[in-house]
């Protein structure tokens, strides 16, 4: 049901309403005036047939008959004359006002007085008065039937003029529905022009704010749409980079090991065997071959130690705890002063690491030690792995200076950083905090793809 409809039906109940308790009302004055027209009428024509009956009946039957011929119709009066065996001698003549029409009984039996009966007797005869409302019921009728055409009349045209008015005053909320049905079907520019009336210029207004604040909400979201996937798309190239660079990496570590590393031991021991044959006839050869045999030993042994920066390679070849051993073993040969515990809390002799996974826990302790040693300037290092629910935690603690407050935003800490984004890309968490006793915590978990049945 419409708007327009409730409005104008409310309008007609109580219109309606008010008519009928005015018909009501008009009811009762009718029933009041009918009443007292009726008994007055009959008291009038009482007292004057009272007061002429004996003056007539003495002259005899005929003079009072005559007399009542002469009188004829009493208005609201029925009159009666009988002899002394009640056989009538006259009646009243039926009235010519409004001849042949009467009110319906229903309305009759509401308006219409209790009927009363006179008896006057003299000699030879009496006189019977009977009440009549009929005409003044009639008119009364006539009356109630103008009032209710009146009334319907009015009634009309009261609900055309509401129903237009009203149609007029909701015009705006067709409007604001045809605008509402378009923001639904995603049209999310549409406004709404001024509306006429206080209620829906508001509404009107309300709705343009929320379609504002809407566009807004939607431009916002699409940004952030933007910026997630450029966000996703940069942390798949950023994998992307780390797996190349990775991969150069052991490439490179291997061609050093392999090939440059052999050709460096034979340019060592080929100068070596220089130096030997010209040992006794040139003495300045000798010296530049075993110069070379020197350098060449030099190069050998930097060449070893830039190895396992690149990658480690003992990681493919005997695993992440081989790997981890020769990290702490090379750690403590260069710094001497440095204390390195090293507890394993798992048991990975049956336990299978995919690569990746592998090299990110080694790569998570790389980057502890040297963050230990060159930032915190740590003395003591605990390094451990164990089982930790359906994964694995690498924590690594010193005793260094700890964080300093604007850790996050220092430049020297973007390999933290880039440690916590390597993690995430295999589905684990880094955690950096301060240590128990000083120094810093460092914590990174991974899940394990496969079950861990050789946890300890």
Same mark, same amino acid.
């Given at each position: 049901?419409?708007?327009?409809?409730?409005?104008?039906?409310?309008?007609?109940?109580?219109?309606?309403?008010?008519?009928?308790?005015?018909?009501?009302?008009?009811?009762?004055?009718?029933?009041?005036?009918?009443?007292?027209?009726?008994?007055?009428?009959?008291?009038?024509?009482?007292?004057?047939?009272?007061?002429?009956?004996?003056?007539?009946?003495?002259?005899?039957?005929?003079?009072?008959?005559?007399?009542?011929?002469?009188?004829?119709?009493?208005?609201?009066?029925?009159?009666?004359?009988?002899?002394?065996?009640?056989?009538?001698?006259?009646?009243?003549?039926?009235?010519?006002?409004?001849?042949?029409?009467?009110?319906?009984?229903?309305?009759?039996?509401?308006?219409?007085?209790?009927?009363?009966?006179?008896?006057?007797?003299?000699?030879?005869?009496?006189?019977?008065?009977?009440?009549?409302?009929?005409?003044?019921?009639?008119?009364?009728?006539?009356?109630?039937?103008?009032?209710?055409?009146?009334?319907?009349?009015?009634?009309?045209?009261?609900?055309?003029?509401?129903?237009?008015?009203?149609?007029?005053?909701?015009?705006?909320?067709?409007?604001?529905?045809?605008?509402?049905?378009?923001?639904?079907?995603?049209?999310?520019?549409?406004?709404?022009?001024?509306?006429?009336?206080?209620?829906?210029?508001?509404?009107?207004?309300?709705?343009?704010?929320?379609?504002?604040?809407?566009?807004?909400?939607?431009?916002?979201?699409?940004?952030?749409?933007?910026?997630?996937?450029?966000?996703?798309?940069?942390?798949?190239?950023?994998?992307?980079?780390?797996?190349?660079?990775?991969?150069?990496?052991?490439?490179?570590?291997?061609?050093?090991?392999?090939?440059?590393?052999?050709?460096?031991?034979?340019?060592?021991?080929?100068?070596?065997?220089?130096?030997?044959?010209?040992?006794?006839?040139?003495?300045?050869?000798?010296?530049?071959?075993?110069?070379?045999?020197?350098?060449?030993?030099?190069?050998?042994? %930097?060449?070893?130690?830039?190895?396992? +920066?690149?990658?480690? =390679?003992? @990681?493919?070849?005997? *695993?992440?705890?081989? #790997? $981890? &051993?020769?990290?702490?073993?090379?750690?403590?040969?260069?710094?001497?002063?440095?204390?390195?515990?090293?507890?394993?809390?798992?048991?990975?002799?049956?336990?299978?690491?995919?690569?990746?996974?592998?090299?990110?826990?080694?790569?998570?302790?790389?980057?502890?030690?040297?963050? %230990?040693?060159?930032?915190?300037?740590? +003395?003591?290092?605990? =390094?451990? @792995?164990?089982?930790? *629910?359906?994964?694995? #935690? $690498? &924590?690594?603690?010193?005793?260094?200076?700890?964080?300093?407050?604007?850790?996050?935003?220092?430049?020297?800490?973007?390999?933290?950083?880039?440690?916590?984004?390597?993690?995430?890309?295999?589905?684990?968490?880094?955690?950096?905090?301060?240590?128990?006793?000083?120094?810093?915590?460092?914590?990174?978990?991974?899940?394990?793809?496969?079950?861990?049945?050789? @946890?300890?």
């Amino acid at each position: 049901m419409t708007l327009r409809l409730k409005i104008n039906l409310i309008v007609s109940l109580l219109t309606m309403l008010f008519v009928t308790a005015m018909l009501a009302l008009q009811l009762r004055a009718m029933r009041e005036s009918v009443h007292e027209e009726v008994v007055a009428a009959n008291r009038v024509a009482a007292q004057l047939l009272n007061r002429t009956a004996w003056l007539y009946a003495a002259q005899g039957t005929p003079a009072m008959l005559s007399f009542l011929q002469g009188v004829g119709r009493v208005r609201s009066n029925d009159i009666t004359l009988l002899d002394n065996d009640d056989k009538v001698l006259y009646s009243s003549p039926t009235s010519v006002y409004k001849a042949g029409r009467d009110a319906p009984d229903w309305f009759a039996g509401l308006v219409s007085p209790p009927p009363s009966k006179l008896s006057i007797a003299f000699p030879g005869g009496k006189l019977v008065v009977h009440s009549n409302a009929s005409r003044a019921v009639l008119d009364a009728w006539d009356d109630f039937v103008l009032l209710t055409l009146s009334a319907l009349g009015l009634l009309a045209v009261v609900n055309a003029g509401v129903f237009w008015l009203v149609g007029r005053a909701t015009r705006p909320f067709g409007d604001i529905v045809d605008a509402l049905n378009q923001l639904e079907s995603g049209r999310f520019d549409v406004a709404l022009g001024a509306l006429p009336g206080t209620e829906a210029g508001a509404i009107g207004a309300a709705f343009n704010r929320m379609v504002g604040m809407l566009q807004q909400h939607i431009e916002t979201e699409r940004r952030a749409v933007r910026a997630e996937s450029r966000l996703s798309e940069s942390r798949e190239l950023g994998r992307w980079v780390d797996q190349k660079i990775e991969q150069e990496r052991r490439l490179i570590a291997r061609e050093l090991h392999d090939e440059l590393g052999q050709s460096v031991t034979a340019m060592r021991s080929m100068a070596l065997s220089i130096a030997q044959r010209v040992q006794a006839l040139d003495p300045q050869s000798e010296q530049a071959a075993r110069l070379i045999a020197e350098e060449s030993g030099r190069l050998y042994t %930097a060449m070893h130690g830039m190895i396992p +920066r690149l990658t480690p =390679l003992v @990681l493919d070849k005997f *695993g992440l705890v081989a #790997a $981890l &051993e020769d990290l702490v073993e090379r750690t403590r040969n260069s710094h001497g002063g440095v204390e390195i515990e090293w507890r394993l809390g798992i048991e990975l002799d049956r336990l299978r690491l995919d690569t990746d996974t592998a090299l990110v826990l080694y790569r998570a302790a790389q980057e502890g030690i040297t963050n %230990a040693l060159r930032h915190g300037h740590a +003395r003591s290092l605990r =390094l451990q @792995l164990r089982a930790e *629910g359906d994964g694995i #935690a $690498l &924590e690594m603690q010193d005793d260094g200076s700890g964080l300093p407050p604007d850790w996050a935003a220092n430049g020297a800490r973007r390999g933290l950083r880039w440690l916590a984004e390597r993690v995430e890309s295999v589905g684990g968490q880094c955690e950096v905090a301060p240590g128990g006793e000083g120094g810093v915590c460092l914590k990174v978990r991974v899940p394990l793809s496969e079950p861990a049945e050789a @946890l300890a």
